[in-house]
């Protein structure tokens, strides 16, 4: 009788080195991040973004900044990607240099946004 293996020898290796690739990947998605005044919560193609108020708020994220420029009750003026946007809680997204961007938030103290890849670029 001759016993096999489920898994050949290398099958240990494979996912370490699988499982080393997928951290590397987080790392650099994270990386990619910066802000001031600002915290993001990145993903593959999209990240919210919430912005102090009171402050001269920004964020690098996807590799475009974002800034906000003001807030008015519950209309914000943000810049992406070099484009000025006006926006409203409840508005559909509304493209920003191949990006779709949404107002999810509007408090006395914060700002919250969220910038994802826009699907028809």
Known sequence: MTNRLA?????PTRRAAGLLAGLALGVAVLS?????G?????????????F???????ATILGVEAKLIGA???QVTVE???EQLSLTVGQQ???AGGFAVTLDSVTDQQVKIRVARNSNS
């Open 7 to 11: 898994f050949p020898p290398q099958y």
């Open 32 to 36: 990619g991040c910066s802000s001031e």
């Open 72 to 74: 008015q009750g519950d």
């Open 93 to 95: 997204a509304t493209e």
């Open 38 to 50: 600002a915290s993001t919560d990145c993903g593959l193609d999209a990240c919210t973004v919430t």
């Open 80 to 82: 992406v990607a070099g």
């Open 52 to 58: 102090e108020r009171g402050v001269d708020a920004s």
